[in-house]
C-alpha cells in the first residue's frame, strides 16, 4: 500500500531557532500533499495544501511567512517553521493523494514539535 | 464551506459492549467520508471510507459505518468492542478528487471499561 513517511518523527528546537519537518511518498508519486497540526487533546486542523512545483495554499490565519511549505518534487514536501517559538509546538502530520482513484489520502506518522 | 461535527467528546462502554459513534457532516456536494483512529501520540489510521455504492460500509478491526443521506450522517459502529479499542476517532469529510482537502471532527475520545 501507499506510504508516506515523516522525518524527524519528534524534534526539540530552541526558541527563536527554525526547523524543517520532510514529508515523503515513498511508492508513489503525490501531486498534491497536506499539511496538519494537532494540538494536544485536539482534532487535526489543515495548514496548507502543497502543491508539486507551485506556491502552497494556506488555510486562513495560518501565517505563510512563518510556517514554509516547499513541494519541489513528487515525493518531497517540506514544512519549515520559522522562528519558532514555544506556542509552535504541535504534533505537524502530512498527508499525500495518490492522483488516482479512489483518491485516498494516505497520513504520515507525524512530526512531534517542542520549541523551548 | 464543508464542516463535521462530532457531538460526543467522551464515551465509556464496557468491554464486550456494543459501540456507535455519531458523526454529522455539512457538504454541498457528495462527500466522501472516513473514520480514522488514533492511539496517544501516533499517528493515524483509516478504519473505513464512503463514497458511494452501499451505504453500509465495512472497515478494518470489526467496524462499519452507515451512510444516511437524509440525516448527513456517518455513525461508526462495532458490535462488541475489545480494551484494544480505547483511542480517539475522528470523523473527516473531503471531495471525491485528486486535490480535495480533508476536514477533520473535532474526535471521540473512546475509553474500555474493563
Known amino acids: 500500500g501507499a506510504v508516506v513517511s515523516q522525518h524527524p518523527s519528534w524534534v526539540i528546537c530552541k526558541s527563536g531557532t527554525s526547523v524543517k519537518i520532510e514529508c515523503r511518498s515513498l511508492?508513489?508519486?503525490?501531486?498534491?500533499m497536506f499539511w496538519y497540526r494537532q494540538f494536544p487533546k485536539q482534532s487535526l486542523m489543515l495548514m496548507a495544501t502543497?502543491?508539486?512545483?507551485?506556491?502552497?495554499?494556506?488555510e486562513q490565519g495560518v501565517e505563510k511567512d512563518k510556517f514554509l511549505i516547499n513541494h519541489a518534487s513528487l515525493t518531497l514536501s517540506t514544512l519549515t517553521v520559522t522562528s519558532a517559538h514555544p506556542e509552535d509546538s504541535s504534533f505537524y502530520i502530512c498527508?499525500?493523494?495518490?492522483?488516482?482513484?479512489?483518491?485516498?489520502?494516505?497520513f504520515g506518522p507525524g512530526t512531534r514539535l517542542t520549541v523551548t | 464551506a464543508q464542516s463535521v461535527t462530532q457531538p460526543d467528546i467522551h464515551i465509556t462502554v464496557s468491554e464486550g459492549a456494543s459501540l456507535e459513534l455519531r458523526c454529522n457532516y455539512s457538504?454541498?456536494?457528495?462527500?466522501?467520508l472516513f473514520w480514522y483512529v488514533q492511539s496517544p501520540g501516533q499517528g493515524l489510521q483509516l478504519l473505513l471510507k464512503y463514497f458511494s455504492g452501499d451505504t453500509l460500509v465495512q472497515g478494518i478491526k470489526g467496524f462499519e459505518a452507515e451512510f444516511k443521506r437524509s440525516q448527513s450522517s456517518f455513525n461508526l459502529r462495532k458490535p462488541s468492542v475489545h480494551w484494544s479499542d480505547a483511542a480517539e476517532y475522528f470523523c473527516?469529510?473531503?471531495?471525491?478528487?485528486?486535490?480535495?482537502?480533508?476536514?477533520f471532527g473535532s474526535g471521540t475520545r473512546l475509553s474500555i471499561r474493563p
Open positions: 498527508s499525500a493523494n495518490t492522483g488516482t482513484e479512489p483518491y485516498e489520502q494516505y
Open positions: 511508492d508513489f508519486q503525490a501531486t498534491t
Open positions: 457538504y454541498g456536494a457528495t462527500p466522501y
Open positions: 502543497s502543491n508539486e512545483g507551485s506556491k502552497a495554499t494556506y
Open positions: 473527516a469529510v473531503g471531495a471525491y478528487s485528486s486535490a480535495s482537502k480533508i476536514i
